[in-house]
């Protein structure tokens, strides 16, 4: 099995710093949340966001760590910016640290931006979602948003190296 594909099938868990949710995440962007039984009838919006955003962090930062090492198992190398001598890679690295990456469900429920190279995260729910929403469907249009936060951030990156390593293509016609 190659490296892709070893990253497509990768999974990570973490668990908020309450200890109330737990999640998975499998390859490089399937979301799986659960509760502890009964949190998420006793939580509010604003705890729960502060409890995501945290979550996310761990979870972002375990799946660092695993592709990192599944690099580094296959005979590869991961950069880091202190690695980097080239003005090219130093403006890369910087470049990532600078994304913003925004997402959320489809019915703007759930928003997610993740800032300084996904270091950061901030999780809104909309007021009333945790009423309007059981459990599973709550946890669905998290995952949704989760989803659509990497997505935008793959493709910003993807601009990035475009940007740093290859400029004369954003000229080109097509």
Known sequence: MGLGDQ????????RSPNGEIWAELTGRRALRLEFMPGYYDRTSENAL???????????W????????????????????????????????????AAIEARGGSADGSVS????????????????????RCNE??????????????VRDQLDRVRRLRVEVYRPELLNSPG
């Open 7 to 14: 990253l497509d099938e990768m999974r990570v868990s973490a």
């Open 49 to 59: 966001e502060g409890q995501l955003a945290a979550l996310c962090r761990l979870l």
């Open 61 to 96: 930062v375990a799946r660092t760590r695993e592709a990192e090492a599944l690099v580094s198992a296959s005979g590869g190398e991961t950069l880091t910016p202190a690695r980097v001598q080239d003005p090219a890679g130093q403006a890369y690295f910087q470049g990532l």
């Open 112 to 131: 997610v931006v993740a800032t300084h190279g996904m270091r950061e995260w901030q999780v809104r729910i909309s007021d009333g979602t945790l009423r």
């Open 136 to 149: 599973a469907e709550f946890a669905a249009r998290a995952a949704e948003a989760a989803d659509s936060v």
